[in-house]
């Protein structure tokens, strides 16, 4: 068995435009990450919104009361918490074919974190034997 395949992997799913569960995916990814783990993103359904490059832009996110307060106090949000995983540690993140397809998105229409876009089937796959959280 080499390192690699020894090392503790971790898959997120993230599938809701909520800003506190887009962070609290996002902060336990890239704390894993760069800890040691392989950390494998999946973003799909609802989620997709606050990755396009004008959602981001505008901070126009879905919020409650914590997401409220995070963005009036100009946190590090969910994107710079990947963006660090990515610089700092071993993350991969990919976007759902299917639901970037069903509302007509493109990689590029995404803010700069996405490795590829990809079938819930190929990343099953790429995470077998993975630790799976879902938000």
């Known amino acids: 068995m080499t390192q690699e395949q020894q090392k503790p992997s ?11 569960k887009l ?7 890239s704390v894993a990450s760069m800890s040691g783990m392989k950390v494998s993103f999946f973003i799909t359904m609802n989620a997709l919104k606050a990755f396009k490059k004008e959602t981001v832009d505008k901070q126009d996110f879905k919020t409650g009361t ?15 918490l990947i963006q660090n995983g990515k610089e ?8 759902c074919a299917m639901a970037m397809d069903l509302m007509g998105w493109k990689k590029e ?5 996405f490795d590829d876009v990809i079938g819930v089937n190929k990343f099953l796959g790429m995470t077998q034997n993975a630790q799976v959280i879902t938000m």
Do not use: Q
Not at 10 to 20: G, H, N, R, Y
Not at 23 to 29: D, I, P
Not at 88 to 95: F, H, R
């Open 10 to 20: 971790l898959a997120i799913i993230l599938m809701s435009e909520d800003l506190e």
């Open 66 to 80: 914590v997401g409220t307060e995070m963005l009036s106090k100009k946190i590090p949000l969910f994107n710079e």
């Open 88 to 95: 700092l540690g071993d993350m991969s993140v990919y976007g």
């Open 23 to 29: 962070h609290a995916g996002s902060l336990v990814g």
């Open 109 to 113: 229409d995404m803010i700069d974190v």
